[in-house]
T-cell receptor
Framework: QKEVEQNSGPLSVPEGAIASLNCTYS??????FFWYRQYSGKSPELIMSIYSNGDKEDGRFTAQLNKASQYVSLLIRDSQPSDSATYLC????????????FGAGTRLAVHP | GAGVSQSPSNKVTEKGKDVELRCDPI?????LYWYRQSLGQGLEFLIYFQGNSAPDKSGLPSDRFSAERTGGSVSTLTIQRTQQEDSAVYLC?????????????FGPGTRLTVL
């Protein structure tokens, strides 16, 4: 099993809909989780961090964490064409230091 | 303040040449990381600096790769005798601390093409 798994997509949603992006991970002791957005040809941009079980909301973005199920998700409400990008889930590698392990990313396409 | 900066943004080199990639982290960030993103591959960790020390070099693919950081700030990643498989986007990130959970912010990357 990969350490961080994401569906590669593409996930296609109409403008205005809710996009739901999912990530599962194998390290049971992980305490912090990150969502990055990466536009084509650009570098990853941090959009959400989550450390506790439950939901964390920031504008149109909501991150949801369930440590028991080893599952973290990102919801994007009122999706816009400008949200079309690859979304990367990441968490620190077990064993110390803060090097991040990334999922392969889910490509999101929001169509008008 | 300014974000992470990297130079050059693009580098084209011939196989066998040496290249140097530079990263200037966010001011005050003590932790600095190098990652690599290859076409069709995910982001992979290369090396981590805390201050000027590199406690984790486990991601460097071969001894042709080396990195240093001076003054607790600027870092240089050097690739000697470049090979075509070194072609990738090299990304630098920094965080305020090296503690697990500290948010990392990426620079724009250097796209390296080895002919």
């Amino acid at each position: 099993q990969k350490e961080v798994e994401q569906n590669s997509g593409p996930l296609s949603v109409p403008e205005g809909a809710i996009a739901s992006l999912n990530c599962t991970y194998s390290d049971r002791v992980s305490q912090s989780f990150f969502w990055y957005r990466q536009y084509s040809g650009k570098s990853p941009e941090l959009i959400m961090s989550i450390y506790s079980n439950g939901d964390k909301e920031d504008g149109r973005f909501t991150a949801q964490l369930n440590k028991a199920s080893q599952y973290v998700s990102l919801l994007i409400r009122d999706s816009q064409p400008s949200d079309s990008a690859t979304y990367l889930c990441a968490l620190p590698s077990p064993g110390g230091y803060n090097k991040l392990i990334f999922g392969a990313g889910t490509r999101l396409a929001v169509h008008p | 303040g300014a974000g992470v900066s990297q130079s050059p943004s693009n580098k084209v080199t011939e196989k066998g040449k040496d290249v140097e990639l530079r990263c200037d982290p966010i001011s005050g960030h003590t932790a600095l990381y190098w990652y690599r993103q290859s076409l069709g591959q995910g982001l992979e960790f290369l090396i981590y600096f805390q201050g000027n020390s590199a406690p984790d070099k486990s991601g460097l693919p071969s001894d042709r790769f080396s990195a240093e950081r001076t003054g607790g700030s600027v870092s240089t990643l050097t690739i000697q005798r470049t090979q075509q498989e070194d072609s990738a986007v090299y990304l630098c990130a920094s965080s305020s601390t090296g503690l697990a959970g500290s948010e990392q912010f990426f620079g724009p990357g250097t796209r390296l093409t080895v002919l």
